[in-house]
């Protein structure tokens, strides 16, 4: 109850703890007439004024929360109807993540706004992700086998050269995965939190909803890609799809050594075991 804010004037009967932020601070917040509403800190303040210029930018183009109000630090939201993505969830799903997918990378900058947070990375696209690359090097160099980082940093080098031409500019979820999609009952009803969100290519943004949710079933990423092409081209994944699978795995592990591998130890033991994986498939095919 501490953590709400007197000033938005909440008439409240409950507040839990949402447990799937691996950032931010969020909290369900249940009032007295029974409407639900979200209360979140942004873990830092940029991650703040991303999502503060989130809202503005998406608004009545993507179906996002309703920001009710909001101070220096912390964000009142309305409440999606439903739970979270599930990789369970069947074809007609998907095809509505795929338009709804779609729909965010046909959001486009403009050129005569200039934004507090969120930052045009198309531009110089390759330079980026070569910096994220680089920015994780020396704490997954201290948490992995020394061939397996040396593999890692040759692989990358080879890898990087052979992406297609950056599609965008697109708005950039970078963190579009099940937790943050949500779904009620026959119907996705959005997506939430964008304190990752950048403008570049949209091709660096498959690859999370890909690892957890359309590479288990072939009809499932088939109506998802359906449904994205109904609004916007969609670019050939098998070209990008193993560069990110891999650079989203080394990423991981050294956001689990800044973040600490105890308080996400499956985290990184799955990111990890991906690495290795991706490392042995890509030596085969040599």
């Known amino acids: ?37 979200y209360v979140k800190y942004p873990y830092s303040k940029l991650k703040y004024q991303r999502e503060l210029d989130s809202f503005n930018i998406l608004n009545e183009k993507v179906r996002i929360p309703k920001l009710l109000d909001f101070n220096s630090e912390t964000f009142l939201l ?17 095809y509505q993540v795929g338009v709804l997918h779609a729909k965010m990378h046909n959001v486009r900058p403009h050129e005569d706004i200039i934004y507090s947070g969120i930052k045009n990375e198309y531009p110089h696209w390759n330079t980026f992700v070569e910096q994220m690359f680089e920015g994780f090097k020396e704490n997954v160099k201290s948490a992995i086998d020394k061939d397996l980082y040396n593999k890692s940093i040759l692989k990358f080098e080879q890898m990087k050269n052979n992406l297609p031409e950056p599609d965008g500019p697109c708005f950039i979820h970078m963190d579009f995965r099940p937790a943050n999609i949500i779904v009620d009952n026959d119907k996705v009803t959005g997506v939430i939190d964008f304190e990752s969100v950048r403008f570049g290519s949209s091709e660096i943004d498959f690859t999370k909803i890909y690892r957890d949710y359309l590479r288990f079933d072939a009809d499932v990423f088939g109506a998802y890609k359906e449904g994205y092409r109904s609004v ?35 985290f990184y033991d799955a990111s990890l075991e991906t690495l290795i994986t991706l490392i042995n498939r890509e030596e085969s095919h040599e």
């Open 1 to 37: 109850m501490k953590k709400i804010p007197e000033s938005f004037g909440l008439d409240i009967a409950r507040v839990l703890e949402v447990e799937d932020s691996h950032s931010s601070e969020v909290f369900k917040v249940i009032l007295t007439s029974g409407e639900i509403v």
């Open 232 to 266: 916007r081209p969609l670019i050939d994944l098998n070209l990008v799809l193993p560069f990110y699978e891999f650079t989203n795995a080394f990423m991981s592990i050294g956001w689990c050594v800044k973040r600490g591998i105890t308080e996400n130890q499956s």
């Open 78 to 94: 309305s409440e999606l109807k439903g739970r979270p993505l599930s990789k369970n969830d069947p074809p007609n799903i998907a």
